[in-house]
């Protein structure tokens, strides 16, 4: 495993549109393998293929869904995601804004509007087709991630450009507490 190099926005290939995965190799398991150490090391809740230089259709996502949090009660337990051309093949009429920040664009923060649901499908990283219901952040998170595969960057969708703020470099979250750097 390695922790591969984080393409910032200036990089051509953050705007490139990826291309499909026709097989899914060693050599790609051993990329997804290599974006989950980045991801995680960032720290951030995804990472698209993208962003470490590879124009693919691949992202991975580890998030921990928010629930009613008891007194006492464990941290939410953080699931992973990894999918491989991944397509949204619902989405709810229903939009929600919210703070986004991207490991591509550090330092700043925007407020985006996105479907507060969606249905995804891909192939993980057997090569077996998957169908995941996600709602609210975990949304959001596959939303901005697919988007990279598109070349879409978050800023490319704010809801107003002067949602666009400044922030510490590795402060995101400290500075918006709902504010992940989703990746
Ligand atoms: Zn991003």
């Not at 549109?17 to 989950?36: H, S």
């Not at 925007?110 to 057997?126: C, E, F, P, Q, W």
């Not at 402060?171 to 990746?183: L, N, P």
Request: with cysteine.
């Amino acid at each position: 495993m390695a922790i591969l190099d984080i393409k910032v926005i200036d990089e051509p290939v953050l705007r490139r549109k990826a291309k499909k995965v026709v097989k899914v190799t060693p050599e790609l398991r051993q990329l997804i393998d290599d974006m989950i150490e980045t991801m995680r090391d960032a720290p951030g809740v995804g990472l698209a293929a993208p962003q470490v230089g590879v124009s693919e259709r691949v992202i991975v996502v580890e998030y921990a869904e928010d629930e009613d949090e008891e007194e006492g009660a464990p941290p939410p337990k953080k699931k992973l995601y990894t999918l491989i051309n991944p397509e949204i093949i619902w989405a709810s009429e229903d939009m929600v804004d919210g703070t986004e920040g991207c490991l591509s664009i550090p330092g700043w923060l925007g407020d985006v509007s996105r479907h507060d649901a969606i249905a995804v499908k891909a192939l993980n990283r057997s090569g077996q087709k998957v169908k995941i219901n996600a709602e609210g952040w975990l949304a959001r998170i596959f939303q901005h991630e697919i988007d990279h595969l598109d070349g879409v960057l978050y800023i490319d969708r704010l809801v107003s450009p002067d949602t666009l703020r400044r922030v510490q470099p590795g402060q995101e979250e400290v500075e918006e507490a709902k504010a992940e750097k989703i990746g």
